[in-house]
């Protein structure tokens, strides 16, 4: 088989395929849609762009809106430094109607005939939620107990005790009460159930009341205003436009210490995996204190790894990453 051209002297030039751009990495933020689960957003923006890998920071139910972080390639190896932050929402409660998802996709479980609640006692009832505090999952949940989904025990008829979760509101305020609806802002911890919020709050008032819409508008430092809509994505498949929008992951873990490795020799070192016990010892007086992981950029801030000073014996101490 022929490759590339001969030259006059009878010698043979092999031809190489053009070596591959590595894809970018980072996080997109994308509104996510009513009707989608958050695995589906995922899979369809991974079709559209061919990335290698992806993952999001945190779970939306089909009938929620908004905020989703997305991990593009190298961005998944920091989701866990991500799906820990803290969450907010703008959130809609029907007061007086009670349903068995605790939201408007179920099925009516009862109406409450008594006169509406006043704004006050809605107020204080809210107050009452604020804070940390145990929160009981949903029986319509994805959480497993005993080897199954409790959604899968409750569709199947069978009663498990649900597990207690320690959650923290920081903040639930009303924005809008005209009985029996309420349209309110929260902002609370990770893991943290809007759903059973809203029948906790009903149950507080003597109403009853199930969730009528959900739509994430932050997480942790991102914000819904700076999300990309699923119809803007479609329109850019196989451009690169998306590109543009990334969160690199140095600026994604600014929350983290950073020390600045400029020596090359130091860099080559790093990307094959290791430094100096020298340079480990030394540095590790400079963020002396610090038990998570420390980013350790290069002069033109790409993220080459994180660092966790205080592993023990056994654990990990570098991540390493490869950017274009």
């Known amino acids: 088989m022929r490759c590339g051209a001969s030259s006059g002297t009878g010698a043979q030039t092999v031809g190489h ?8 990495s980072g996080l997109l933020l994308v509104d996510k849609p009513e ?5 589906d957003v995922v899979h ?32 998944t ?5 991500l799906v820990g932050q803290d969450k907010s929402y703008r959130f809609s409660m029907r007061l007086g109607v009670e349903t068995d998802t605790l939201d408007r996709t179920g099925r009516i479980t009862g109406r409450y005939d008594g ?49 207690k979760r320690p959650v923290i509101i920081h903040r639930l305020q009303v924005i809008r009460y005209q009985w029996p ?12 159930y809007v759903r059973q919020l809203a029948e906790d709050v009903g149950a507080q008032l003597g109403c009853g009341a199930h969730v009528t819409a959900l739509r994430r508008t932050a997480s942790g430092p991102f914000a819904l205003e700076d999300a990309l809509s699923l119809e803007t994505l479609k329109g850019w498949r196989g451009a690169m436009e998306w590109t543009s929008h990334l969160i690199p992951l140095h600026a994604a ?23 100096s016990q020298q340079w480990l010892d030394t540095h590790a007086a400079v963020v002396e204190g610090q038990i998570g992981p420390v980013r350790l950029m290069g002069s033109d801030n790409a993220l ?6 205080a592993a023990q014996p056994g654990e990990r101490r570098l991540r390493i990453f490869h950017q274009p």
């Open 115 to 163: 006169p509406p609640v006043s704004h006050q006692a809605l107020v204080e009832a809210l107050r009452a939620f604020e804070g940390p505090q145990l929160q009981q999952v949903p029986k319509f949940s994805a959480v497993k107990v005993k080897g199954r989904r409790l959604y899968e025990w409750t569709r199947a008829g069978v009663a498990v005790e649900r597990p």
């Open 253 to 275: 873990l600014s929350h983290l210490p950073a020390l600045v490795i400029e020596e090359p020799t130091l860099r080559e070192q790093l990307q094959r995996g290791h430094l």
């Open 77 to 81: 190896r920091i989701a866990d430094q």
């Open 17 to 24: 395929a053009p070596k591959r751009e590595p894809m970018p």
């Open 304 to 309: 080459l790894a994180l660092w966790w000073p």
């Open 35 to 39: 009707g989608w689960t958050s695995h």
């Open 181 to 192: 609806d309420v349209e309110c802002d929260i902002t609370c911890s990770k893991g943290t």
């Open 44 to 75: 369809r923006l991974r079709k559209w762009f061919k990335w290698k890998k992806a993952g999001h920071c945190g779970t939306l139910d089909p009938f929620a809106t908004g905020l989703l972080v997305v991990c593009v390639n190298e961005a």
